[in-house]
């Protein structure tokens, strides 16, 4: 069936980095956007940016730029989002989730990621 | 970006009534809205795409209407695991921004 697993929780000191993996299975993986979206304990959902898998192009909300990186390996249906220089307001939880439709991002997230619980502590 | 205000942030309901959540954006994004049910510790699952068109496999109680800046989400006749959290997301132009979300309890 078509899914999305991915990687493991992640405590992390202030100023380091974390990398979450989203492996992607029962698809074409390089037909689909994978957006990534995070939620703060007790918080809403925030939408952070998409990767194309195909041509590896990406977008991210402005607040991230210089901290986030979205890349993808075809090869193993694998895309990633490291985030750098963490801050404790960065703990959340982080969510893969494929675009509904192939290669138009106006239909909604129809396939998540069961989430990666990030904990930035000293 | 385009500002999202979803109302209410919480209301209260019983089993077997019908509520509705309100959804306005900043900007004309035509019908390209999305309504997602998120349950504790789970993962959000799409219910409504394009403003009216139900998800496959979500029940034909869930219903969502509007275009331009004002949408709804209709329950009707809520079911005990209807009483989860709600947020809309705008998909016409990149930030897809999010609702501020709804929580229905009992």
């Known amino acids: 069936q078509v899914q999305l697993v991915q990687s493991g929780a992640e405590v992390k000191k202030p100023g380091a980095s974390v990398k979450v993996s989203c492996k992607a299975s029962g698809y074409r993986f390089s037909g689909y956007y994978i957006n990534w979206v995070r939620q703060a304990p007790g918080q809403g959902l925030e939408w952070m940016g998409w990767i194309n898998p195909n041509s590896g192009d990406t977008n991210f909300v402005q607040k991230f730029k210089g901290r986030v990186t979205m890349a993808r390996d075809t090869s193993i249906n694998t895309a990633y989002m490291e985030l750098s220089r963490l801050r404790s307001d960065d703990t959340a939880v982080y969510y893969c989730?494929?675009?509904?439709?192939?290669?138009?991002?106006?239909?909604?997230?129809?396939?998540w990621g069961q989430g990666t619980t990030v904990t930035v502590s000293s | 970006d385009i500002e999202m205000t979803q109302s209410p942030s919480s209301l209260s309901a019983s089993v077997g009534d019908e509520v509705t959540i309100t959804c306005r954006t900043s900007q004309n994004i035509r019908d390209f809205l999305n309504w997602y049910q998120q349950k504790p510790g789970k993962a959000p699952e799409l219910l409504i795409y394009s403003a009216s068109s139900l998800q496959s496999g979500v029940p034909s109680r869930f219903r969502g209407s509007g275009s331009g800046t004002h949408f709804t989400l209709t329950i009707n006749s809520l079911e005990p695991e209807d009483f989860v959290t709600y947020y809309c997301q705008q998909s016409y132009s990149s930030p897809r921004t999010f609702g501020q979300g709804t929580k229905v309890e009992i």
């Open positions: 989730a494929r675009d509904k439709v192939s290669g138009s991002p106006f239909y909604g997230m129809d396939v």
